[in-house]
């Protein structure tokens, strides 16, 4: 019913940039709040950042300055722009939206991708 395609991830050097995109698509009426995790070895998935449908946004304050979040409605993305990449920053990735779709509302994942910093 619902998919969330990820793309955008892979092996950057230490103050590197990467663009994550990740598009929602299927039965969906609407979509509230779109947003980015991450998970690194040995670790709990964390908050990175979050985009409301209003424009609300929130970071994890170990990205403040560094990542930006944004979202295209047309198109059902949302884009996580990450520069000044650090080593700390090496974990999956995945997309989370809130949506209303032909199943109600509820929460959808990504399949995850992977970002790796390193030299």
């Known amino acids: 019913q619902v998919q969330l395609v990820e793309s955008g991830g892979g092996l950057v050097q230490p103050g590197g940039s990467l663009r994550l995109s990740c598009a929602a698509s299927g039965s969906i009426f609407s979509i509230y709040a779109m947003g980015w995790y991450r998970q690194a070895p040995g670790k709990q998935r964390e908050l990175v950042a979050k985009?409301?449908?209003?424009?609300?946004?929130d970071y994890a304050d170990s990205v403040k300055g560094r990542f930006t979040i944004s979202r295209d409605n047309a198109k059902n993305t949302v884009y996580l722009q990450m520069n000044s990449l650090n080593s700390e920053d090496t974990a999956v990735y995945y997309c989370?939206?809130?949506?209303?779709?032909?199943?109600?509302?509820?929460?959808?994942w990504g399949q995850g991708t992977q970002v790796t910093v390193s030299s």
């Open positions: 985009i409301t449908s209003g424009g609300r946004i």
């Open positions: 989370k939206t809130d949506l209303l779709g032909r199943a109600g509302r509820s929460d959808y």
